[in-house]
Nanobody, 122 residues
Framework: QVQLVESGGGLVQAGGSLRLSCAAS????????MAWYRQAPGKQRELVAA???????NYADSVKGRFTISRDNAKNTVYLQMNSLKAEDTAVYYC????????????????WGQGTQVTVSS
């Protein structure tokens, strides 16, 4: 069993900063690409940022220059540093990870966290 647990969401004023964390735990052999998605009310879930195991990154155009994704492979944890937050960044943020789990047989599956609310007041 693999779990992704997110933390760090909350309420912040426009222009402020927040840092999200997501830790993968369980019977893990390796964690591959990790990513953050977000879903605002009435909108589809969208990719915010992703990072490979070797730390190659990509970002949605809307967050480039403001958000930074990073990871700690030893802790199976991914972070999202969000600066210069805008009202349009308000959403539920979800962690996603490709995990090779120690099961019989070994499985390589996609996992999701439960989501953490980020609210930016203008």
């Amino acid at each position: 069993q693999v779990q992704l647990v997110e933390s760090g969401g909350g309420l912040v004023q426009a222009g402020g900063s927040l840092r999200l964390s997501c830790a993968a735990s369980g019977r893990i052999i390796s964690v591959n690409t990790m990513a953050w998605y977000r879903q605002a009310p009435g909108k589809q879930r969208e990719l915010v940022a992703a990072i490979t195991r070797s730390s190659d990154t990509n970002y949605a155009d809307s967050v480039k220059g403001r958000f930074t994704i990073s990871r700690d492979n030893a802790k199976n944890t991914v972070y999202l540093q969000m600066n210069s937050l805008k009202a349009e960044d308000t959403a539920v943020y979800y962690c996603n990870a490709g995990v090779v789990a120690l099961t019989i047989p070994v499985r390589d599956d996609d996992y999701w966290g439960q989501g953490t609310q980020v609210t930016v007041s203008s």
